[in-house]
Every structure is written in C-alpha cells, then in structure tokens.
C-alpha cells in the first residue's frame, strides 16, 4: 500500500510560480510511474504529467508544456511538480497518484492540495 501526501498548494498572482511536493510513504516508489492531475472546479479530472521510475522519462499536457516541470528524488520518495508562469486557468486541486507500471490506470492517490491563481 502506497500513501501519497501532497502540500505546496495555495493563492498566486498570475504569472507567479508554486511548487507542489508528493510524499509517498508505506512502500519505496522508485520504479512506480507518477502522475500529477488536476480538478478544476465543474470539469472533470484531467492529466497535468507524468514521470516514469526508470529513467525519469516524462510527459506533460499540452496546456501546461513549457510551464510545469515533474522531477522526483527517489532518496527521498518524493515527487514535485514546478509551476511558472501561472494562468487562472490554472486553478484546481491538484492530485497526485503512483502506479507499479508505466501503463494501466494510477492505483494510488492522494488527498490533493487547493491551487488557485488570481488575474
């Protein structure tokens, strides 16, 4: 079992940056795939990034490619998701999740943390 905690959430101008962080406790996630999502409020949940366990390969959405950059230290067991350049687009609560392979749905997710930007 794989408990995600994200933080790093919270109110920016637009044009700012956040750092989102995801802990990952109860089991290592080196070779887990990481994703990060998104709810904005009315739409449903969509794909922000992904980041393998093997080699780090990584994938973005076209909305925030160029913008948002996923990384993760696997000493740690964490995954981080950097935001520039902020959009009120933007705003929603962002999740992460953890799957054992590179393929297939997420099997793990966290609680999500609030990320709102101002125009």
């Known amino acids: 079992q794989v408990q995600l905690v994200e933080s790093g959430g919270g109110l920016v101008q637009a044009g700012g940056s956040l750092r989102l962080s995801c802990a990952a406790s109860g089991r290592t996630i080196s070779m887990y795939s990481m994703g990060w999502f998104r709810r904005a409020p009315g739409k449903e949940r969509e794909f922000v990034a992904t980041?393998?366990?093997?080699?780090?390969?990584?994938l973005y959405a076209d909305s925030v490619k160029g913008r948002f950059t996923i990384s993760r230290d696997n000493a740690k067991n964490t995954v981080d998701l950097q935001m520039n350049s902020l959009k009120p687009e933007d705003t929603a609560v962002y999740y992460c999740a953890a799957r054992p392979s590179s393929i297939g749905s997420y099997t793990y997710w966290g609680q999500g943390t609030q990320v709102t930007v101002s125009s």
């Open positions: 980041i393998r366990g093997s080699g780090g390969v990584t």
